[in-house]
């Protein structure tokens, strides 16, 4: 019979409704590292601490008794520490005390020979104006004064000599460097020696270099990097004091070709160096003086002393 085609059943499952994706699905990686920031082992580890306390001390009798060990003997050696220091403080304050007593004791010495040596040197200096008085004159202030054993004062020249600000120890292939100065910047024993000669050609009556007086037996040379004057070391800068006229001696040694020296060395390497005439200065009798005196020979010249009255 024919008729109206029937409709099949549908058969098929009723549609699913689809689950909606996570935004952040493609960083699972990143995700993980977020929620899981701790890993499970310290998290079992932070459990367990929680659980039994965050004491570290031992729990055995046996281990309790190695701290109290341990603790006895760092309070044993601090303590032997402690006595040891106080027992020998008193020691070394009476060593101390010994040492700065002995130092008084032998600058009190050194004052007092000093002053036996200038006594004696006044002694020496009465004596022989006595001695030449007696003998038709005395000439033995200018004798003084032309050999550096008396103290001078009057007016002159102060001239200053220092290193170049930036000298240090250097080296290279100018003719100014040697083993012992190697900085181009530094004052030589050299340059002082030109200086200082430069000076007493133009007129100086006395010099001094930081407060040693020069004689015509002074040097000055060097040792290692330090500049000698008659053995002794002196540090920059140097202060050379000349007595006389100071205007005449200023003008004087600039003009020579030992001040030209010496300008040569502030332009090209540095050094640092001032002159001005003072009213007054004060230098230092030469610490150090030997006296050399002339004896005739026995018999030599006596028939002519006997008629002149004058001695050989």
């Not at 002794?232 to 030209?260: C, E, M």
Request: with cysteine.
């Amino acid at each position: 019979m024919c008729g109206m085609p029937q409709q099949q059943p549908d058969r098929s499952s009723p549609s699913r409704k689809a689950v909606p994706r996570r935004p952040d699905a493609s960083m699972s990686l990143l995700t993980n590292v977020m929620e899981h920031s701790l890993d499970d082992g310290y998290a079992e580890a932070a459990a367990r601490r929680g659980e039994t306390g965050t004491s570290r001390l031992p729990g055995t009798l046996r281990g309790k008794l190695v701290l109290a060990v341990g603790l006895l003997l760092a309070a044993v050696v601090v303590t032997l520490g402690a006595a040891q220091a106080r027992v020998a403080a008193p020691t070394l304050a009476k060593e101390r005390q010994k040492l700065i007593d002995r130092v008084q004791s032998e600058t009190k010495s050194a004052d007092g020979l000093q002053k036996s040596v200038n006594g004696l040197r006044d002694d020496v200096a009465a004596k022989q104006s006595k001695a030449l008085k007696d003998h038709g004159g005395d000439s033995t202030a200018l004798v003084s004064l032309l050999a550096a054993a008396t103290a001078v004062a009057g007016p002159g020249m102060k001239l200053v000599v220092n290193d170049a600000k930036e000298a240090s120890s250097g080296g290279g292939s100018n003719p100014r460097t040697s083993s012992d100065f190697s900085d181009t910047g530094r004052v030589r024993d050299r340059d002082m020696q030109r200086v200082v000669n430069g000076v007493w050609a133009s007129g100086a009556e006395a010099v001094s270099v930081n407060g040693q007086r020069l004689t015509v037996l002074s040097a000055i040379r060097a040792a290692g990097d330090a500049i000698l004057v008659d053995n002794r070391p002196l540090l920059p800068p140097y202060t050379v004091l000349a007595i006389g006229d100071g205007q005449r001696l200023s003008t004087a040694f600039q003009d020579s070709a030992d001040g030209q020296y010496l300008h040569v060395l502030e332009q090209n390497y540095g050094i640092r160096a001032s002159i001005t005439a003072e009213d007054t200065l004060r230098l230092p009798a030469a610490p150090s003086l030997t006296v050399r005196s002339a004896k005739p020979a026995p018999g030599a010249g006596t028939s002519d002393a006997t008629k002149t009255g004058k001695g050989a």
